[in-house]
């Protein structure tokens, strides 16, 4: 294929790309994630509500995948604040556990999001199955962010973060499973580290989270920076 052609093919692919303007609901209920969400939009300028603070309703999310779920929470925050969307559906996946809690994992925390106790269940499902060194405990963290608009138009990207579960949980930052993740070529767990080290984008830092990965592709398909 000659450069010119190559060119018309990159212009194409990007040309099927929807450009974010105006305001963008952050389809979430989860504060610490609307935190984070906000956190990765800033650089880009744009002016964002989430849907709690619009008293939207929690679409019940009946997907069998990260990707599906997410879908689900942008469209129907698109169609129900007539602004475009964003949405995000993350998780945990440990391998010895056959990928458990994966698309379940907020509900393992139950209804008062007790991940305190969701941690402890995993730690001690793990030992029942003998899984006690760090080869044993591999793990991974995966996002699928969702951009929907109200005329129906979808744009999905995702990313992951390998690493290894330790017990017991160390840090108090993030939230959710983040104490007793320790991504690949790190001494510290997530909870240990600050939003700016595993959320900053390039050429800054280096989007270590699985949130952050997914949210690089979203960025150079859909923003553009002010």
């Not at 790309?17 to 209920?29: C, E, M, P, S, Y």
């Not at 139950?110 to 044993?136: C, H, S, Y």
Request: aromatic share 8%; charged share 25%; glycine share 10%.
């Amino acid at each position: 294929m000659a450069a010119s052609d190559k060119l018309r093919s990159v212009e194409n692919v990007a040309a099927k790309h929807r450009q974010v303007t105006g305001r963008l609901v952050i389809a979430t209920h989860n504060r610490g994630k609307q935190h984070e969400m906000r956190e990765l939009l800033c650089p880009f300028g744009i002016e964002t509500v989430s849907a709690g603070e619009l008293g939207l309703p929690e679409p019940p999310e009946t997907g069998v995948s990260f990707r599906e779920n997410a879908r689900i929470k942008a469209t129907s925050a698109a169609s129900a604040s007539g602004l475009a969307a964003f949405a995000d559906d993350s998780g945990l996946e440990v391998a010895a556990l056959g990928g458990e809690p994966g698309i379940y994992s907020a509900r393992w925390a139950g209804p008062n999001k007790d991940f305190g106790a969701a941690m402890e269940r995993i730690d001690r499902l793990l030992v029942e199955r003998g899984a006690v060194t760090p080869q044993a405990r591999a793990a991974r963290f995966v996002c699928a962010l969702s951009l929907a608009w109200p005329d129906g138009h979808v744009e999905e990207f995702e990313g992951h973060v390998e690493g290894t579960l330790v017990w017991p949980p160390r840090g108090e930052h993030g939230f959710g499973y983040d104490p007793i993740f320790q991504p690949d070529g790190f001494s510290r767990t997530f909870g240990e580290m600050r939003s700016e080290e595993k959320h900053s984008l390039p050429p800054r830092g280096r989007a270590l989270s699985h949130r952050a990965r997914a949210f690089v592709k979203l960025a150079e398909a859909c923003l553009a920076k002010r």
